[in-house]
């Protein structure tokens, strides 16, 4: 499943996550599956201590999360490690469970989710450095989790429209969005998820750090994938809450709006393990630190694009990148 049909689940409730185990458990995934593709050798070359040892990677239930499990794994895998594949899992709380739990050792996991979500912070830190240093930091403290340096892409929320409604609205940034709900709310009529129109890192704390009346803009709850192709549209929104680093932002040519403020948290995905498994094998940080360095917002955009627009296979998406890259070489 991809972000056509699911969003990003940042806040899944505890009996959610726990039904999402349970289905790993009794669908015999516990230990995962087999790689999809083979790779060997590239920049990556086998590394003696990895050499062998068992190691699965997890992900979330969305194109991008996939295509990063997807990454670390071919990675490991070129670099000797015995890899097995437990990506596409329903929720954020149920994959974190499953590496807390012993069923994950490696994932790729966001700043803002660790620290609003699983840490239970309620603002989040502007800056991405300070952001990820925190949850770094308070992480490893509460719960032995290993967070090494992030990437420099940013998987935030945004706001977007069409290019017809930047030109006839004059908008830039979120500042100008909030004086045209103030001054002329049908011309500002916003696509949003139902999670995102509640959350306080979203519409209602969007509405709060900006200034403006949220009850007088006109909002319409939609399906994530359906944002995006209504907000291109023009007709039935005029503005809408997106991912940016959506690849349906390039495809539609949305315009994102400029968080001038700087409301939304940064969501830099940096790759997290327990604290026993990154002492016991450090050369994983090492493997990985290259990659997570060219995971851009272009870079991760264009493979999502692929994705969800080309409807090309993660897997294959995130082999042929590392191959670009000369990480690998394909098998």
Known sequence: MTKTSITRTRGWKLAVATLGLTLIASCGLESGGALPLAVGPGSIEPVPELEGVKMTVGSKDFT?????????????????????????????????????????????????????????NETPLPDSQAQFEAV???DLAANDMVWTDPAPMNNTYALAMSKATAEKTGVKTVSDYAKLVESDP??????????????????????AKYGFDAS??????????????????????KFGEVFTTDGRIIALDLVLL????????????????????????????????????????EVMTELNRQVDVDGKEPADVARDWLVSEGFVTAQ
């Open 216 to 237: 007088r803009a006109q909002r319409q709850i939609l399906q994530t994938g359906i944002i995006y192709q209504a907000t291109a549209d023009s007709d039935q929104c």
């Open 258 to 297: 400029d968080d001038d403020l700087q409301f939304f948290p940064k969501y830099n995905p940096a790759l997290v393990m327990k604290k026993d498994f990154a002492e016991a094998h450090p050369q994983v940080a090492e493997v990985m630190a290259p990659i997570s360095e060219r995971l851009t917002n």
């Open 136 to 138: 770094r930091d308070a």
């Open 186 to 207: 049908g011309a500002a009529v916003t696509c949003v998820e139902t999670e995102f129109n509640v959350r306080q890192d979203g519409y209602p704390g969007l509405a």
């Open 64 to 120: 991008e999360q996939i295509v990063l499990g997807y990454i670390i794994e071919f990675a490991m895998s070129a670099a000797g490690a015995d890899v097995r594949d437990l990506t596409n899992i329903q929720g954020s709380n149920s994959t974190r469970d499953a590496q807390l739990n012993g069923q994950i050792d490696l994932a790729y996991e966001y700043t803002g989710t660790g620290w609003i979500n699983y840490l239970g």
